[in-house]
DNA sequence: CAATAATGTTACCGTACGGTACCGTTTGTA
DNA sequence: TACAAACGGTACCGTACGGTAACATTATTG
């Protein structure tokens, strides 16, 4: 990232609270710019300037840049972990209801996740090397988030329910890798129709034309 | 990318035909290295080392690496829009059969793609400045895929065709996403069977259960 | 206050990268 | 054979990056 990229954003990385550990404010930049300039496009020296601290310090809470990714990650993972536990504490044995949530959820991305997809699925294709920290936070956690649809659909009474979770969950992670590869301005597909029509496709009593 | 990486892989990038012009030989080069490891890991030093020939020779023909991978792109994208020639060409007027077979060649990714996921998709997350030259190609490309989609379902007379393009351009998206986010040996989701069932939801004679 | 830990500052090292200058060598072709 | 274009080789420039050393400064805490 030449550090003329950070001045012209539009989102010049607003103030990190300045009264937080320095450990935590690295944290916070990292993310955000990770997400918004890749993990290869930010140097370490950026993220502690954003942070506003330096260096050094930096080195001091993180070995090494790679397991400052890693945490990073980490970090991406234990809020997920954090939104599947909501669903169930609001929505207690009520699969559907959770799934339905969830849908919402997706649909107004803007507020969880932004508009560049997901930082996960971001951080697998920008990482190249099989042996990154990093790499095994991506694994579980993707393969954790499927096995948590599943388990919903299961309960959900729902038709086919392995076939139902895999179909929600890669149309979601289809429809924001699609959204980032038309750029900001193209419009993607009406997710919240496919949505119903798959949920209604899988309704146990089978629903005939009238 | 540490040209370690290079020398330890197991696919060492087979010789690249050295009676092919430079020129070929250094887009060659670039594809497989661009791919197995990202544009931002790849130093225009070591494609041209790939491609048989050196530095000065690759600025002979491609301006700048930027252009270098516009034209990288460009070529991926040509190769995808011969594809769906083909298609209509194989099965002229059939626009179910050219879906089906389609989705075959998904199906049997090996040959045509690799395990890494769509080549396009990557280098949309891999660059994060707007104004790549390699940006317009990836926009473009995605939507012209998405549109011969749509104008196959639509020619198909099944039912509710924008939809089902949707459906089957996400859920494909996904799919080869997914697997990059759980590694070369993450078994992914049965897409021949979820191909099957939202083909037969989009039956237009609503078949219900015997 | 004293002592210790955490943080800030600056300078630096080694390496890698994108890109270029210069010159020698091959190749094709009139 | 002669000449021009294309190619190979090497050295180099400027910059950026990951990471460290050494020291000054501030906070904590007893």
Same mark, same amino acid.
């Given at each position: 990232?030449?550090? =003329?990229?950070?001045?012209?954003?539009?989102?010049?990385?607003?103030?990190?609270?300045?009264?937080?550990?320095?450990?935590?404010?690295?944290?916070? =930049?990292?993310?955000?710019?990770?997400?918004?300039?890749?993990?290869?496009?930010?140097?370490?020296?950026?993220?502690?300037?954003?942070?506003?601290?330096? *260096?050094?310090?930096?080195?001091?809470?993180?070995?090494?840049?790679?397991?400052?990714? =890693?945490?990073?990650?980490?970090?991406?993972?234990?809020?997920?972990?954090?939104?599947?536990? $909501?669903?169930?504490?609001?929505?207690?044995?009520?699969?559907?209801?959770?799934?339905?949530?969830?849908?919402?959820?997706?649909?107004?991305?803007?507020?969880?996740?932004?508009?560049?997809?997901?930082?996960?699925?971001?951080?697998?294709? !920008?990482?190249?090397?099989?042996?990154?920290?990093?790499?095994?936070?991506?694994?579980?956690? *993707?393969? *954790?988030?499927?096995?948590?649809?599943?388990?919903?659909?299961?309960?959900?009474?729902?038709?086919?329910?392995?076939?139902?979770?895999?179909? #929600?969950?890669?149309?979601?992670?289809?429809?924001?890798?699609? !959204?980032?590869?038309?750029?900001? $301005?193209?419009?993607?597909?009406? #997710?919240?129709?496919?949505?119903?029509?798959?949920?209604?496709?899988?309704?146990?009593?089978?629903?005939?034309?009238?």
């Amino acid at each position: 990232m030449r550090s =003329a990229a950070v001045e012209q954003t539009v989102h010049p990385t607003e103030a990190i609270d300045s009264s937080l550990p320095p450990r935590q404010r690295i944290l916070i =930049a990292a993310r955000d710019l990770f997400y918004r300039f890749g993990i290869q496009g930010v140097g370490v020296e950026t993220i502690a300037e954003t942070a506003g601290t330096n *260096k050094m310090t930096l080195y001091r809470h993180f070995e090494s840049k790679e397991l400052l990714v =890693a945490e990073y990650l980490s970090g991406l993972a234990a809020e997920g972990e954090r939104f599947w536990d $909501d669903l169930d504490r609001q929505y207690p044995g009520d699969a559907l209801a959770q799934i339905n949530a969830w849908m919402d959820e997706i649909c107004n991305q803007k507020s969880r996740w932004r508009d560049g997809g997901c930082a996960l699925v971001n951080a697998a294709i !920008q990482i190249s090397d099989p042996d990154h920290p990093g790499r095994r936070v991506i694994e579980q956690t *993707k393969r *954790k988030h499927r096995e948590r649809l599943t388990a919903l659909c299961l309960a959900s009474g729902l038709s086919e329910p392995q076939m139902l979770a895999d179909q #929600l969950f890669l149309l979601v992670e289809g429809s924001r890798v699609f !959204q980032r590869s038309l750029g900001p $301005d193209g419009c993607a597909c009406d #997710l919240r129709a496919l949505f119903a029509r798959i949920l209604a496709s899988h309704e146990p009593l089978a629903v005939a034309a009238p």
